[in-house]
Structures are given as C-alpha cells and as structure tokens.
C-alpha cells in the first residue's frame, strides 16, 4: 500500500487490492473505506496528484509516453532490470520514478526501440486496411 499511495487514489488502490485477491480480516474484501483506515493506521499519506501537474511518480502509461515508446517494451525492460521499477502487486501497476526516466539507461532503451529495424514503429507503409470502406 505505501508503493501504491505514490500513483493511486484509496478506490483504485481498493480495485487492484481485490483483483489480486487480497483479502482483510476475516475475508473482506477491499473498499476505499478499508484502504483509507488502513492508511490511517499505519500513517500511510493520501495520495494527492503534484499541483503543478509534474508527477514525480509514474505508472506504466504515463512513463511510456514520456520516453516515446510502447508501454509493453518499457515493461520489457523493467522485468529485464535494464530500468529501476516498482511492482508491488503481481497483476498490478508498475511504478515508475520520473527521474528515472530521464537516466541513460532509459534513454538507451528508448533509442534503441527507435533505431530496431526488425520491430518498426507504426505500420508498414504498405499495410492494407483491414475495413472496406463504407463511403
């Protein structure tokens, strides 16, 4: 819960609780109200998004963008160590710090997904449409 505070409001922390099938006491599942107690209890801070709009802590998404890739090869990287995350949960978000992102190693990653002949970004120039046009 302290990892997930850095990217997650008490419902969605809630959500990706129960989804891994975390349990509280005596088999409940997770709502916001147990989540905010639960902080509470252990002095845990709300999270609370950056003022000026600059998050210091990214998921997977939001870090993709910023680096200009796609969020399954920063995923790649990160289950490959070639870049510091945070996994807390098994089928849950993975945390980025922005100042990670802006390493060298990031960069390497970024620009090498950009310069890999085989795996392209975008679609072949010469792809067809898979839809008939209906005009």
């Not at 790649?76 to 945390?95: N, Q, V, Y």
Request: proline content about 6%.
């Amino acid at each position: 819960m302290r990892q997930l505070v850095l990217i997650a409001s008490d419902d969605l922390i809630a959500g990706l609780l129960n989804r891994n099938g975390l349990k509280r006491g005596n088999g409940n599942c997770w709502t916001r109200e147990r989540v905010t107690s639960t902080r509470s209890s252990y002095r845990i801070p709300v999270f609370k998004p950056a003022e000026d709009g600059i998050e210091p802590w990214l998921n997977l998404s939001n870090a993709a963008q910023i680096l200009k890739i796609a969020p399954k090869t920063l995923r790649l990287a990160a289950e490959a160590g070639e870049i510091e995350a945070i996994h807390p949960l098994s089928d849950g978000s993975w945390i980025f710090a922005r100042t990670e992102l802006i390493t060298t190693a990031a960069q390497s990653i970024a620009e090498r997904t950009r310069q890999n002949p085989i795996y392209p970004t975008g679609s072949h120039p010469n792809q067809q449409s898979l839809f008939s046009s209906t005009t």
